[in-house]
């Protein structure tokens, strides 16, 4: 069974940081496309960062600069190393797991919450 759990989330000021982790248990994490989504309110889902199984990664432009995907295929961890907060990066982040070539693998997270308020 498939699971995904997220940390890390909270309120942060504009211009501060937060890092986010993805536990990731029952997959095969090391072959795996892992990404980070998010989703704010009256919004639709949006894909923030991804990394590939040879760590090849790939940012919305609305976060090039600012935040940071890595993963650690020893812990099954995706992070996302989140710098330079701004209000409208307000939104619950969601993990997911994919294998490209199998479109019924593909999982998400229950999600956490990143607030960025003064």
């Known amino acids: 069974q498939v699971q995904l759990v997220e940390s890390g989330g909270g309120l942060v000021q504009p211009g501060g940081s937060l890092r986010l982790s993805c536990a990731a248990s029952?997959?095969?994490?090391?072959?795996?496309?892992m990404g980070w989504y998010r989703q704010a309110p009256g919004k639709q889902r949006e894909l923030v960062a991804r990394i590939t199984s040879e760590s090849s990664t790939h940012y919305a432009d609305s976060v090039k600069g600012r935040f940071t995907i890595s993963r650690d295929n020893a812990k099954n961890t995706v992070y996302l190393q989140m710098s330079s907060l701004k209000p409208e990066d307000t939104a619950v982040y969601y993990c997911?797991?994919?294998?490209?070539?199998?479109?019924?693998?593909?999982?998400w997270g229950q999600g956490t919450q990143v607030i960025v308020s003064s």
């Open positions: 029952g997959t095969i994490f090391s072959i795996s496309v």
């Open positions: 997911n797991i994919n294998l490209p070539w199998n479109p019924h693998y593909d999982y």
